[in-house]
């Protein structure tokens, strides 16, 4: 199986920041990586597919690159609504794999 | 607009079994895969299978591949997950999510609101 590793697991942030999370895969999945927003007591969101296009409706400042390995979601500038915990998956091969998350908290 | 609908929490003992569905609506439920992801307390989300809705196929994650059913009913647009053998470690929040193909990339672009399943003696 395909391991995908986070990185940080949780970050403090203030409104308006610049955050970027990593994801790492164990090995290339060249761009088969999507990222996902959870809400507490909520199902995950689409974000990012295919590690740089942005699902319809999500706002412009998240934003997702990288390839073969290693992979970035940046969010440009913080908002409120965008505390949360932020997931990365895998789809390059079955049984398709998720990072741990990365917890993103008000500073 | 699409949603997809799960059943309510389980409790179950060690040993039973649980079957949860997952009604799909505002979409053509033939169109498009549905896949099972369980999200267990403290840990990553872990994907558990998938239903190939209109080709009736399936295929699951060796990690669940003697434990697990996925099956569906096109009459009713209900997708179903049976886990057998439950034992506590079982306990989690089980998500059905349609699975889309887009541009070559696939990813669940709607969710299921979560079915917990508590298992417990």
């Known amino acids: ?107 | 607009q699409v949603q997809l609908v799960q059943s309510g929490a389980e409790v179950k003992k060690p040993g039973a079994s649980v079957k949860v569905s997952c009604k799909a609506s505002g979409y053509t439920f033939t169109n498009y895969v549905i896949h099972w992801v369980r999200q267990a307390p403290g840990q990553r989300l872990e994907w558990m299978g998938w239903s190939n809705v209109g080709k009736g196929n399936t295929k699951y994650s060796q990690e669940f591949q003697d434990r697990v059913t996925i099956t569906r009913d096109t009459s009713a647009s209900t997708a179903y997950m049976e886990l057998s053998s439950l034992r506590s470690e079982d306990t989690a929040l089980y998500y059905c999510a349609r699975g889309v193909d887009y541009g070559g990339f696939s990813y669940f672009d709607y969710w299921g609101q979560g079915t917990l399943v508590l298992v417990s003696s």
């Open chain 1, 1 to 107: 199986d395909i391991q995908m590793t986070q990185s940080p697991s949780s970050l403090s942030a203030s409104v308006g920041d610049r955050v970027t999370i990593t994801c790492r895969a164990s090995q290339t999945i060249s761009s088969y990586l999507n990222w996902y927003q959870q809400k507490p007591g909520k199902a995950p969101d689409v974000l990012i597919y295919g590690a740089s296009s942005l699902q319809s409706g999500v706002p412009s400042r998240f934003s997702g690159s990288g390839s073969g390995t290693d992979f970035t979601l940046t969010i440009s500038s913080l908002q409120p609504e965008d505390f949360a915990t932020y997931f990365c998956q895998q789809s390059y091969s079955p049984p398709w794999t998720f990072g741990q998350g990365t917890k993103v908290e008000i500073k």
